[in-house]
């Protein structure tokens, strides 16, 4: 069955980085475009980054840009999520979560359990 596990969540400083690994299995990772989302107590999910099934396109959100970078490793079947200069506000839980095989589709079927980012002083 189709399984995604975060790991690399963790409490950091501002200023700080941290990367976010998903493994997925049980599905051709490679043919699937894979997304990282956020979600904060209270409110609702976040799309934070995705990227294409093969790596060759990249969408962020505004909040992230320039300081957040969404990478893929199709042999390990694994889903990065490089981030940067962390702020107290990127304070959440992260998911992975699978899209589909057409990138302009923006969806989700298969999610992660989650990994908690706190970003603190």
């Known amino acids: 069955q189709v399984q995604l596990v975060e790991s690399g969540g963790g409490l950091v400083q501002p200023g700080g980085s941290l990367r976010l690994s998903c493994v997925a299995s049980?599905?051709?990772?490679?043919?699937?475009?894979m997304n990282w989302y956020r979600q904060l107590t209270g409110k609702e999910r976040e799309l934070v980054a995705r990227?294409?099934?093969?790596?060759?396109?990249?969408d962020y959100a505004d909040s992230v840009k320039g300081r957040f970078t969404i990478s893929r490793d199709n042999d390990k079947n694994t889903v990065y999520l490089q981030m940067n200069s962390l702020k107290p506000e990127d304070t959440a839980v992260y998911y992975c979560?699978?899209?589909?095989?057409?990138?302009?589709?923006?969806?989700?079927?298969?999610w992660g359990q989650g990994t908690q980012v706190t970003v603190s002083s």
């Open positions: 990227i294409s099934s093969k790596g060759g396109r990249t």
């Open positions: 979560s699978r899209g589909t095989t057409t990138y302009i589709i923006k969806s989700s079927d298969y």
């Open positions: 049980g599905f051709t990772f490679s043919s699937y475009t």
